[in-house]
């Protein structure tokens, strides 16, 4: 999964441009989407939207999963939970 530039004041804040728009093709009608990362433009393109859900979920997930650890490491250097 592709990791975007967070906001280095805030780990735990993650910003995007956002574009939503629908097809009308042989398999009817269908949502796509992109996100685009401000700090580097760069997008990210999605066939629909349970694949931008994923997407988002794997990046919550993971996030959660780093700030864990890193409250793990904290308290294992100190021997106390901060």
Do not use: C
């Amino acid at each position: 999964m592709q990791q975007p530039m967070n906001d280095l004041k805030d780990p735990n804040h993650f910003s995007y441009l956002l574009r939503l728009w629908h097809t009308d093709g042989l398999g009817g009608f269908n949502w796509r989407a992109s996100l685009e990362i401000p700090e580097t433009r760069k997008r990210i393109g999605f066939a629909n939207l349970e694949q931008l859900f994923a997407y988002l979920m794997d990046l919550i997930e993971s996030n959660v999963n780093m700030q864990q650890s890193i409250e793990v490491e904290r308290t294992d250097e100190t021997g106390k939970r901060n």
